[in-house]
């Protein structure tokens, strides 16, 4: 039976401002330890993934708000 070593995520959204799409992704990896919990590891791997696009797309809004004023 194999043995998790390292688990690896990538998140990615796009988002239309105007006439334009942006696109946004992060990814990490992370080494395993056999006493790790992978279900949390991975459930934490996740959050981490999906939160730094959700801010790198916040960013992207924030920049053309501040544009309009």
Do not use: H, P
């Not at 006439?19 to 056999?34: A, C, R």
């Amino acid at each position: 039976m194999a043995k998790t070593t390292v688990i690896k995520a990538s998140s990615r959204a796009s988002i239309k401002v105007g006439d334009s799409f942006y696109t946004v992704e992060f990814g990490e990896e992370k080494s395993i330890q056999d006493k790790d919990d992978i279900e949390a590891e991975k459930a934490t791997l996740w959050e981490e993934c999906n939160g730094e696009v959700d801010r790198q797309i916040e960013e992207i809004v924030k920049m053309f708000k501040d544009r309009k004023k």
